[in-house]
Protein backbone atom coordinates (compact mmCIF):
# COMPACT_ATOMS: atom_id res chain seq x y z
CA UNK A 1 0.00 0.00 0.00
CA UNK A 2 1.03 3.74 -0.62
CA UNK A 3 1.42 4.91 2.76
CA UNK A 4 2.92 1.76 4.00
CA UNK A 5 0.10 0.22 5.98
CA UNK A 6 0.08 -3.30 6.54
CA UNK A 7 -2.68 -5.54 4.82
CA UNK A 8 -5.68 -5.78 7.54
CA UNK A 9 -4.68 -2.74 8.92
CA UNK A 10 -7.47 -0.79 10.64
CA UNK A 11 -7.22 2.68 10.61
CA UNK A 12 -9.56 5.95 12.68
CA UNK A 13 -11.01 2.95 14.96
CA UNK A 14 -13.79 2.02 12.08
CA UNK A 15 -14.57 -1.27 10.46
CA UNK A 16 -13.76 0.29 7.01
CA UNK A 17 -10.97 2.23 7.74
CA UNK A 18 -13.32 5.28 6.63
CA UNK A 19 -12.14 7.70 8.90
CA UNK A 20 -14.06 10.31 10.99
CA UNK A 21 -16.86 10.25 8.56
CA UNK A 22 -17.76 6.85 8.22
CA UNK A 23 -17.96 6.66 11.98
CA UNK A 24 -20.81 9.21 12.06
CA UNK A 25 -22.76 6.99 9.95
CA UNK A 26 -22.10 4.47 11.61
CA UNK A 27 -25.30 2.99 13.59
CA UNK A 28 -25.68 3.23 17.37
CA UNK A 29 -26.14 0.30 19.08
CA UNK A 30 -29.95 0.19 20.98
CA UNK A 31 -30.68 -1.46 24.21
CA UNK A 32 -33.68 -4.16 23.27
CA UNK A 33 -36.68 -2.00 24.68
CA UNK A 34 -38.72 -3.37 27.90
CA UNK A 35 -37.47 -4.23 31.69
CA UNK A 36 -34.17 -4.99 32.58
CA UNK A 37 -33.75 -8.73 32.73
CA UNK A 38 -34.13 -9.97 36.80
CA UNK A 39 -32.06 -12.76 38.51
CA UNK A 40 -35.00 -15.73 38.05
CA UNK A 41 -33.09 -17.39 41.31
CA UNK A 42 -34.53 -14.06 42.89
CA UNK A 43 -38.06 -14.52 41.75
CA UNK A 44 -38.25 -17.99 42.68
CA UNK A 45 -37.05 -17.37 46.32
CA UNK A 46 -40.11 -14.92 46.59
CA UNK A 47 -42.28 -16.98 45.03
CA UNK A 48 -41.37 -19.70 47.74
CA UNK A 49 -41.43 -17.53 50.91
CA UNK A 50 -44.78 -16.03 49.69
CA UNK A 51 -45.78 -19.52 49.97
CA UNK A 52 -44.63 -20.85 53.07
CA UNK A 53 -46.68 -20.77 56.33
CA UNK A 54 -43.74 -19.88 58.67
CA UNK A 55 -43.46 -15.99 59.67
CA UNK A 56 -40.30 -14.96 57.66
CA UNK A 57 -39.01 -11.83 57.19
CA UNK A 58 -35.04 -10.66 55.91
CA UNK A 59 -34.01 -7.37 57.61
CA UNK A 60 -30.95 -4.97 58.43
CA UNK A 61 -28.58 -5.80 61.02
CA UNK A 62 -30.66 -3.09 62.84
CA UNK A 63 -33.83 -5.17 62.32
CA UNK A 64 -35.18 -2.73 59.65
CA UNK A 65 -37.58 -5.08 57.44
CA UNK A 66 -36.41 -5.66 53.78
CA UNK A 67 -38.45 -8.18 53.00
CA UNK A 68 -41.71 -9.73 54.92
CA UNK A 69 -43.81 -13.15 53.73
CA UNK A 70 -47.83 -12.83 53.99
CA UNK A 71 -47.32 -15.03 57.27
CA UNK A 72 -45.22 -12.49 59.11
CA UNK A 73 -47.28 -9.32 58.13
CA UNK A 74 -50.32 -11.17 59.21
CA UNK A 75 -48.37 -11.37 62.44
CA UNK A 76 -48.45 -7.54 61.95
CA UNK A 77 -52.12 -6.79 60.43
CA UNK A 78 -50.82 -5.20 57.28
CA UNK A 79 -49.84 -5.99 53.33
CA UNK A 80 -46.10 -7.35 52.98
CA UNK A 81 -45.03 -4.51 51.36
CA UNK A 82 -46.46 -1.96 53.76
CA UNK A 83 -43.44 -4.03 56.15
CA UNK A 84 -40.70 -2.29 54.27
CA UNK A 85 -38.92 -0.12 56.20
CA UNK A 86 -40.42 -0.93 59.72
CA UNK A 87 -38.30 -2.65 62.51
CA UNK A 88 -39.31 -5.96 63.96
CA UNK A 89 -38.65 -4.81 67.37
CA UNK A 90 -41.32 -2.28 67.07
CA UNK A 91 -43.80 -5.09 67.32
CA UNK A 92 -41.62 -7.85 69.00
CA UNK A 93 -40.49 -7.17 72.18
CA UNK A 94 -37.29 -9.18 73.35
CA UNK A 95 -38.48 -10.66 76.72
CA UNK A 96 -34.66 -10.90 77.84
CA UNK A 97 -32.58 -7.70 76.60
CA UNK A 98 -29.85 -9.62 77.44
CA UNK A 99 -29.81 -11.72 74.47
CA UNK A 100 -30.08 -8.68 72.08
CA UNK A 101 -27.67 -7.13 73.49
CA UNK A 102 -25.41 -10.61 72.86
CA UNK A 103 -26.65 -11.00 69.47
CA UNK A 104 -25.27 -7.01 68.69
CA UNK A 105 -22.06 -8.25 69.90
CA UNK A 106 -21.93 -11.00 68.20
CA UNK A 107 -22.88 -9.66 64.43
CA UNK A 108 -20.02 -6.69 65.68
CA UNK A 109 -17.36 -9.00 65.81
CA UNK A 110 -18.19 -10.70 62.45
CA UNK A 111 -19.81 -14.10 64.09
CA UNK A 112 -22.12 -16.02 61.99
CA UNK A 113 -24.63 -17.95 63.77
CA UNK A 114 -27.67 -18.78 64.72
CA UNK A 115 -29.58 -16.68 67.42
CA UNK A 116 -32.84 -16.93 69.13
CA UNK A 117 -34.18 -14.58 70.65
CA UNK A 118 -37.45 -15.16 73.37
CA UNK A 119 -40.19 -12.02 72.26
CA UNK A 120 -43.25 -11.23 73.08
CA UNK A 121 -45.90 -9.07 71.04
CA UNK A 122 -49.75 -8.36 70.49
CA UNK A 123 -51.52 -9.85 68.15
CA UNK A 124 -54.25 -8.81 65.42
CA UNK A 125 -56.78 -10.02 67.88
CA UNK A 126 -55.59 -8.01 71.04
CA UNK A 127 -54.12 -11.46 73.13
CA UNK A 128 -50.69 -11.24 73.52
CA UNK A 129 -48.86 -13.92 72.49
CA UNK A 130 -45.08 -15.17 73.04
CA UNK A 131 -42.92 -16.78 70.87
CA UNK A 132 -39.16 -16.98 69.64
CA UNK A 133 -37.44 -14.90 66.56
CA UNK A 134 -34.09 -17.03 65.19
CA UNK A 135 -32.11 -14.89 63.39
CA UNK A 136 -29.26 -15.86 61.05
CA UNK A 137 -26.87 -14.12 59.22
CA UNK A 138 -26.94 -14.21 55.23
CA UNK A 139 -24.95 -13.00 52.22
CA UNK A 140 -21.30 -12.54 51.40
CA UNK A 141 -19.01 -13.24 54.63
CA UNK A 142 -17.21 -10.09 54.31
CA UNK A 143 -20.58 -8.38 54.51
CA UNK A 144 -20.39 -5.83 58.02
CA UNK A 145 -22.88 -6.08 59.17
CA UNK A 146 -24.93 -8.83 57.53
CA UNK A 147 -28.32 -9.43 56.47
CA UNK A 148 -30.56 -11.45 58.69
CA UNK A 149 -32.87 -13.87 57.98
CA UNK A 150 -35.73 -13.82 60.85
CA UNK A 151 -38.03 -17.00 61.28
CA UNK A 152 -40.57 -16.35 63.59
CA UNK A 153 -41.62 -19.42 65.61
CA UNK A 154 -45.65 -19.18 67.51
CA UNK A 155 -46.00 -20.67 70.91
CA UNK A 156 -48.90 -22.55 70.68
CA UNK A 157 -50.90 -21.28 74.16
CA UNK A 158 -53.86 -22.80 75.76
CA UNK A 159 -57.29 -21.12 75.37
CA UNK A 160 -57.81 -18.78 78.11
CA UNK A 161 -60.61 -20.22 80.16
CA UNK A 162 -64.38 -19.38 79.40
CA UNK A 163 -65.26 -16.34 82.06
CA UNK A 164 -67.05 -17.49 84.75
CA UNK A 165 -70.68 -15.65 84.89
CA UNK A 166 -71.65 -14.20 88.00
CA UNK A 167 -74.95 -14.96 89.23
CA UNK A 168 -76.96 -14.25 92.56
CA UNK A 169 -77.43 -17.81 95.01
CA UNK A 170 -81.37 -17.14 94.23
CA UNK A 171 -80.43 -16.77 90.43
CA UNK A 172 -78.45 -20.08 90.48
CA UNK A 173 -81.01 -21.98 92.19
CA UNK A 174 -84.08 -21.13 89.29
CA UNK A 175 -81.31 -21.94 86.28
CA UNK A 176 -80.50 -25.12 88.22
CA UNK A 177 -84.79 -25.80 88.27
CA UNK A 178 -85.15 -24.61 84.76
CA UNK A 179 -82.32 -26.77 83.56
CA UNK A 180 -84.21 -29.49 84.84
CA UNK A 181 -87.25 -28.82 83.36
CA UNK A 182 -89.35 -27.20 86.33
CA UNK A 183 -92.06 -24.73 84.64
CA UNK A 184 -92.36 -21.43 85.99
CA UNK A 185 -94.63 -22.23 88.84
CA UNK A 186 -93.14 -24.99 90.40
CA UNK A 187 -89.49 -23.08 90.25
CA UNK A 188 -91.72 -20.32 92.28
CA UNK A 189 -93.08 -22.74 94.61
CA UNK A 190 -89.90 -24.41 95.31
CA UNK A 191 -88.04 -20.87 96.04
CA UNK A 192 -90.69 -19.53 97.35
CA UNK A 193 -91.55 -16.62 94.93
CA UNK A 194 -94.85 -15.77 92.67
CA UNK A 195 -94.41 -16.51 89.29
CA UNK A 196 -93.91 -12.95 88.40
CA UNK A 197 -91.28 -12.73 90.68
CA UNK A 198 -89.40 -16.09 88.40
CA UNK A 199 -89.96 -14.14 85.54
CA UNK A 200 -88.46 -11.00 86.67
CA UNK A 201 -84.87 -13.12 87.39
CA UNK A 202 -85.07 -14.82 84.28
CA UNK A 203 -85.42 -11.96 81.93
CA UNK A 204 -82.95 -9.71 83.99
CA UNK A 205 -80.38 -12.96 83.36
CA UNK A 206 -81.38 -12.88 79.51
CA UNK A 207 -81.06 -9.45 79.28
CA UNK A 208 -77.70 -10.01 81.05
CA UNK A 209 -76.59 -12.45 78.49
CA UNK A 210 -78.06 -11.54 75.62
CA UNK A 211 -79.89 -14.29 74.65
CA UNK A 212 -84.01 -15.04 74.06
CA UNK A 213 -85.81 -17.60 75.70
CA UNK A 214 -84.93 -20.49 78.36
CA UNK A 215 -83.34 -23.27 75.87
CA UNK A 216 -80.85 -20.19 75.48
CA UNK A 217 -80.85 -19.16 78.75
CA UNK A 218 -79.79 -22.99 80.19
CA UNK A 219 -77.18 -23.43 77.58
CA UNK A 220 -75.49 -19.83 78.60
CA UNK A 221 -75.95 -20.86 81.65
CA UNK A 222 -73.33 -23.68 80.81
CA UNK A 223 -71.23 -22.43 78.96
CA UNK A 224 -70.15 -19.77 81.51
CA UNK A 225 -69.77 -22.41 84.10
CA UNK A 226 -72.78 -21.26 86.06
CA UNK A 227 -74.37 -24.57 86.25
CA UNK A 228 -72.19 -28.03 87.13
CA UNK A 229 -71.64 -29.92 83.83
CA UNK A 230 -71.91 -33.65 83.98
CA UNK A 231 -74.75 -33.45 87.27
CA UNK A 232 -78.23 -34.59 87.72
CA UNK A 233 -80.43 -32.96 88.24
CA UNK A 234 -78.81 -30.07 87.67
CA UNK A 235 -77.33 -28.06 90.25
CA UNK A 236 -75.59 -24.48 90.21
CA UNK A 237 -71.59 -24.81 90.27
Known amino acids: MADGAEPGTVRSGTPDGGGPRAAQNAPEEVPPPGPAPQNPWRNHFL ?3 DRLPTPIAVCRA ?3 VLIANPAMAAEWGAAPGRLCGRNLLDLFRPRDTAQLERLTEALRLGRRSRYPVAVGWRGTDGVTRQGELTLDPVGAPSARPPVLLALLKVRE ?3 PA ?6 SPVEGRILALAAGGAT ?20 RLSRRWRVQGRTALVARAYVLGVLEPGSWPPRAA
Open 47 to 49: SLL
Open 62 to 64: DGG
Open 157 to 159: SAP
Open 162 to 167: APRGRV
Open 184 to 203: TAAIGSALGLTVDGVNYHLS
